[in-house]
């Protein structure tokens, strides 16, 4: 078996947190042991609400934040050992919109040759060359280099950004809700390319997203977080089809029906999301667990396996199983 493009080790970021003169400080831990392994060319998936350390993960891959505990290594090297610019060559992020991440006042020759200028690569002829090959990778043509990013589709700036991202040649792909500023068409093609410079390329990617449909259309692997940590892991189809979470279930649940005379669905959790300085004890999940039972308030589940998946639960749900209120 190949060694992981990424390792993720017991990872945690606890920040400090103020809350006034009289009341004192506090800590909030927005990732809280997490450990997860992406194979080269592998597709990761990471799901969960607003709020549960999608998103400061994604910087310690990056090595824009360094964890609190915990190890992160890419191509069996730790990312702590590493310079900025050689971090930048091994992994790129892809952002969410496409109308932020770009220098407005930049042509997209620039915009894209941004990464060489940095790393001192090439001449200025043989930068502006590369850019162009790059754009003719994505599906834009050259007569854009010229332009203004104003001037563009968001679905073209999102290409401009990929076309960014992958100038240096970097094999790791970092993905923070990269569709999600796009039209549902747009969003397709977006995706339909991500996959074809996957194949080509032979990339690897941790794609971020609260959209289920994206990550079950694109990743191998699919890891559900709640409130910091990782709740449920294992391969997209087994986990879409027999989810062994109660969150998942609801996750899975909550989508919205396509008839549009549907409604929306009643997932029973609870309209409050829990207090991150002042998480519950035991299983973070259990004041808003439709299957809550007595002991889950007093017993941290650890994330064992559980069919092709690993999972954090003390009750999981077996096949085909609803996340109904257990008997007493």
Do not use: W
């Amino acid at each position: 078996m190949s060694a992981a493009m990424l390792d993720i080790r017991d990872v945690s970021k606890v920040f400090p947190i103020s809350r006034g003169m009289f009341r004192g400080g506090a800590k909030l831990t927005a990732v809280g042991g997490v450990s997860l392994s992406v194979a080269p060319g592998e597709v990761l998936g990471i799901v969960g609400e607003s709020g549960c350390g999608k998103t400061t993960l994604s910087q310690i891959m990056l090595g824009l934040l360094p964890p609190t505990t915990g190890e992160v290594t890419i191509d069996g090297q730790p990312l702590k050992s590493l310079g900025r610019l050689d971090i930048a060559r091994r992994v790129q992020p892809i952002f969410q919109d496409p109308y932020s991440s770009l220098n407005p006042r930049q042509t997209i020759q620039e915009i894209v040759s941004v990464p060489l200028v940095v790393h001192g690569i090439g001449s200025s002829a043989e930068r502006a060359k590369q850019a162009a090959a790059m754009l003719d990778l994505v599906g834009l043509p050259a007569r854009f280099l010229d332009r203004l990013p104003s001037q563009l589709s968001g679905g073209q700036r999102q290409r401009v950004a990929i076309a960014r991202a992958l100038i240096l040649k970097p094999r790791l792909l970092i993905c923070d809700e990269p569709t999600s500023a796009l039209d549902v068409s747009i969003q397709a093609q977006v995706l339909n390319l991500l996959a074809d410079l996957r194949r080509e390329l032979g990339l690897t990617f941790v794609v971020i997203s609260h959209n289920l449909s994206v990550v079950e259309y694109f990743a191998d692997r699919i890891a559900v977080m709640y409130l910091g940590r990782v709740v449920e892991e294992g391969p997209s189809a087994a986990i879409f089809a027999n989810p062994h979470h109660p969150y998942t279930r609801a996750l899975i649940d909550s989508a919205l029906p396509i008839d549009p005379g549907g409604g929306i669905p009643e997932l029973g959790l609870g309209q409050a999301f829990p207090d991150p300085i002042n998480p519950p004890p035991g299983c973070a999940f259990n004041p808003r667990c439709p299957a809550v039972r007595p002991d889950c308030a007093s017993r941290m589940p650890r994330l064992d396996a559980q069919g092709e998946s690993r999972v954090a639960c003390l009750y999981p749900l077996e096949r085909g199983a609803v996340a109904a209120p257990a008997s007493a």
